[in-house]
């Protein structure tokens, strides 16, 4: 399988760019960088590119497994080197289970399946980063 | 410095995610998945990602060059792997320059800087997809 994207300048630092759901999005750089910030930051994009596709794996494993979850998010945060070419070497992927009839275990499987066999963005981000997974469950009405 | 992002579900397969320019991003998957394609497709914002971070450093050096360009977009096709976890293995890039007076010379210049030097996401598809990068030039009054 194939995916295509066509990113076109826009003039000064802004860029509109496609994406396979029809959908297109725009990128510009900061104030500080030459750009109006009339757009997404392309780096920050690859972390929720990864957000994105864990997230659905779990959220896919939620309704297959037929689990109780009021509310469910990930928090990144990812270092970059301080060097040219900048990437992000560190990680560290925290996911929030919120509800009052949490089954712990079987959450903690999908999310464990999602990261070991699914989640092609994790297998990426492994190549160049030392990632950091912690799962956490939150009792809530 | 660090990145931080937070991805929220919204139910079904549909998830909000934050950037550090302020803006909101939604994410779904294609009703082939149980989505509602109703966000971006996940895994395609790493490309988008590549091709943003890729451009700003073109179109600053655009200018920093003063050099003449009418039109530049930069279309990717990049290859999934057929087995879980699916990764892009392949990735070609091209880069369009469009006008009456390009200086190939410079335009390929600020795209070699851009790939060996400054663009961080560049260098993290180094470490698992085989790249092609290609630059071509088109007369455009």
């Known amino acids: 399988m194939t995916n295509q994207i066509t990113t076109t300048w826009l003039g000064e630092m802004k860029f509109e760019s496609t994406n396979p759901s029809g959908q297109k999005l725009f990128i510009d750089a900061g104030e500080e960088h030459g750009g109006k910030s009339d757009g997404y930051r392309p780096k920050a994009l690859m972390l ?10 779990v959220a896919s494993l939620i309704k297959k497994m037929k689990l109780d979850v009021s509310d469910f998010k990930i928090d990144i945060d990812a270092e970059l080197t301080e060097e040219h070419p900048k990437y992000y070497n560190k990680v ?3 996911f929030h289970f919120y509800g009052n009839k949490l089954n712990e275990n079987k959450l ?12 092609g963005v994790m297998e990426m981000f492994r190549q160049f980063a030392e ?5 956490h469950f939150h009792k809530k009405e």
């Open 48 to 57: 929720s590119s990864l957000a994105g596709c864990s997230g659905l794996d």
């Open 92 to 94: 560290a992927m925290h």
């Open 108 to 119: 903690q499987k999908a999310v464990d399946l999602s990261i070991e066999k699914y989640c």
């Open 131 to 135: 990632l950091k997974i912690e799962t």
